[in-house]
């Protein structure tokens, strides 16, 4: 997440760094070594299969044992051990994101027009057939992850979905985690992490047939191998690291700003966190208060790191600067506190997800209670792109129906195309339905 002083230019004078990032690259940079590790790994399972799968998991993971399927039973079971309390916030945010993914299906409507007398094309929209979800669960299990990826692509009508997920220390999945891919539908779940989960569902070693599409957050290594399987699969989108942005004037809390700032920057060391508002006062006490709940934050470890080399707070002279220094920043996470929220939803156009008002944070997002889905562009992505929903698990195929009345106009019109590119052939297949016509 950087400023463009390319594209800002015109906007000098008209707003001033009141804390600038230490570090002087983009947070979401491209590795090398990671790169390379990557394609080494994948050339490897493409090459040898399941026993490459299974000699990445020992030596990266500590799994032992050659059978990586969760069997149904222990799926079912999965919340057993959990408690009431944690039990009851997963089902609700697997209900809420399911309800809001099932919402945005039912706007989605095939439809069917008559261009012309005879001339009749739609569309309809079909899932597609199998994918594959990441479920991260290291340092930070991300539960509300199978209701983003499962639970929507579930949503949508795919009907089958397989998810993977890495053990954790004591060599066991995460009962959490396997118990949000149940609510959300999950058909098939594997005890597998990083590159080599997505190798295997991308290259069908699983007793399954390769997925054709591949969704869901995880780290540097599973968004290079997301990348480099892109076209042998679809993927999601290539997000991460976490980014938060807050937009907000002299009527927000510094408090709250403060603390939803560090709540997306405890994600990891490289997540920026940025501020742009029209009190420079504000601004200037949001860097205090986010140092004071520094020295409190059991994470301050990833968050302070996080937050010395890639927070930034920007003071803008007007609400009109705020907007097109956001605008370029293109958060993955924009929070808008201000005393004209319905301004800025109005005016802003890039933006992963926007959370409107004081009462709102993203962290509702992120744990599935907002409804809304969490895996969101990142890295200025939101300038041409939109996060993961219903709609990218559906193809709007099209069709056309043309009947003898329809075609003379198309048919003729192509002849003079045809004839001008060169492409007798396709001129052929107009020239025989004229003349067929004619008959």
């Known amino acids: 997440m950087r400023y463009t002083p390319s594209r800002l230019a015109e906007l000098d004078g008209s707003y001033r760094l009141l804390k600038a990032p230490a570090v002087n690259a983009p947070a979401a940079q491209r590795d090398p070594a990671v790169i390379d590790r990557v394609s080494e790994m994948l050339s490897t399972i493409e090459r040898e299969g399941m026993p490459a799968v299974l000699r990445y998991a020992k030596e990266l993971d500590g799994w032992e044992r050659s ?169 999601d989108l290539l997000a991460g690291p976490s980014e938060v942005a807050v937009l907000a004037d002299a009527t927000a809390d510094p408090r709250l700003v403060a603390a939803d700032l560090l709540g997306q920057a405890e994600h990891g060391k490289d997540s920026p966190a ?24 059991s994470t301050r470890d990833i968050a302070g790191p996080a937050w010395r080399d890639f927070g930034s707070v920007t003071w803008a002279r007007d609400a009109a600067t705020a907007v097109a220094l956001m605008d370029d920043l293109a958060p993955e996470h924009l929070e808008i506190q201000t005393g004209d929220d319905d301004y800025y939803l109005g005016a802003l156009r890039n933006y992963g997800s926007i959370f409107l008002g004081r009462w709102s944070t993203v962290a509702y997002s992120d744990k599935g209670m907002a409804g809304t889905n969490h895996v969101l562009p990142t890295a200025g992505g939101a300038k041409h792109s939109a996060g993961l929903s219903v709609s990218r698990f559906l193809k709007p195929l099209t069709y056309q129906r043309v009947t003898r009345e329809a075609t003379p106009a198309a048919a003729e019109a192509v002849e003079v195309i045809s004839e001008y590119e060169g492409m007798a052939a396709h001129r052929a297949t107009a020239t025989l339905r004229l003349a067929e016509h004619h008959a």
């Open 67 to 235: 059978d990586v399927e969760v069997g149904a039973a222990e799926l079912r079971g999965s919340g057993d051990d959990l408690t009431p309390q944690l039990r009851a916030a997963l089902e609700l945010g697997a209900d809420r994101t399911g309800r809001f993914a099932r919402a945005q299906r039912a706007h989605l409507v095939d439809f069917e027009t008559e261009l012309a007398p005879g001339l009749v094309t739609g569309h309809r929209y079909v899932p597609v057939e199998r994918v594959g979800a990441y479920l991260p669960a290291g340092r930070f299990p991300l539960l509300a992850g199978a209701f983003m990826t499962v639970g929507v692509a579930k949503a949508a009508g795919v009907p089958t979905t397989l998810a993977c997920t890495p053990p954790r220390k004591d060599g066991k999945p995460d009962p959490a985690v396997l118990y949000a891919a149940h609510l959300s539908g999950v058909d098939r779940s594997y005890v597998l992490g990083g590159v080599q989960a997505l190798a295997a569902m991308a290259f069908g070693l699983l007793g399954e047939q390769p997925v054709d599409m591949l969704v869901g957050a995880g780290n540097a290594f599973v968004a290079e191998a997301k990348r480099q399987l892109f076209g042998t699969v679809a993927i």
């Open 274 to 297: 940025a501020l742009v508002t029209t009190s420079q006062r504000l601004g200037e006490m949001v860097i205090a208060e986010v140092d004071r709940q520094l020295e409190t934050l």
